[in-house]
């Protein structure tokens, strides 16, 4: 299957600073990422559906100024945690397609543990 | 709005023997559903993909099944490992991508 490669897998942050999270496709070209949080024994929550060379999607009730998101080519987006507070400690997994294949099937990265103190 | 669920929540089962794992989901207007596993603190690992126009697909000792129109898929295990205890999450893609809330299985051996 498509690879997709997340970085760095796990940071710890102090409380105000920013976190850049990068979700990279290794083997194909993704026009369109998704960026997901999950919280200890609960599902996935979808933040966000990155478009490349254009403004993200935001799900209902995610901040936008605080989670940035950058898909500036297309094979990275990035997610940005703006001044992190100890509730954004949370694993962070991204997603693409690959547009070639047609069957909608996604492929996910390891996740990226974030831990805010 | 889409819902999915999946039961049972957790599963405890001695190595070898077969199991089923149940999702199931409110609107029937999918493209696809897909079966996750995922490890501890790791990322999600695909397992099947099943077209809205497919009834099933196998993959090794996995087959997944699917019902569109009663809202539903099942995960077939066959011959159980130690090393399929993990995580398995179903997911639906309609309108929106909404994963189930996961099935904890452990294989003891």
């Known amino acids: 299957g498509a690879v997709v490669s997340q970085h760095p897998s796990w940071v710890i942050c102090k409380s105000g600073t920013s976190v850049k999270i990068e979700c990279r496709s290794l083997?194909?070209?993704?026009?369109?990422m998704f960026w997901y949080r999950q919280f200890p024994k609960q599902s996935l929550m979808l933040m966000a559906t990155?478009?490349?060379?254009?403004?993200?999607?935001?799900e209902q009730g995610v901040e936008k100024d605080k989670f940035l998101i950058n898909h500036a080519s297309l094979t990275l987006s990035t997610l940005t945690v703006t001044s992190a507070h100890p509730e954004d400690s949370s694993f962070y997994i991204c997603s693409a397609r690959v547009a070639s294949l047609n069957t909608g099937e996604l492929f996910f990265g390891e996740g990226s543990r974030l831990t805010v103190l | 709005k889409q819902e999915v669920t999946q039961i049972p929540a957790a599963l405890s089962v001695p190595e070898g023997e077969n199991l089923v794992l149940n999702c199931s989901f409110t609107d029937s207007a999918i493209y696809n559903l897909q079966w996750f596993r995922q490890d501890p603190g790791k990322g999600l690992t695909s397992l099947l993909l099943i077209q809205s126009s497919q009834r099933e697909q196998t993959s090794g000792r996995l087959n997944a099944s699917l019902d569109k129109s009663s809202g539903r898929s099942t995960l077939y295990i066959a011959a159980s490992q130690p090393g399929d205890s993990a995580t398995y999450l179903c997911?639906?893609?309609?309108?929106?991508?909404?994963f189930g809330p996961g099935t904890r299985l452990s294989v003891l051996p």
């Open positions: 990155s478009n490349e060379g254009s403004k993200a999607t935001y």
């Open positions: 083997d194909f070209q993704a026009t369109t």
């Open positions: 997911a639906v893609d309609g309108q929106n991508f909404v």
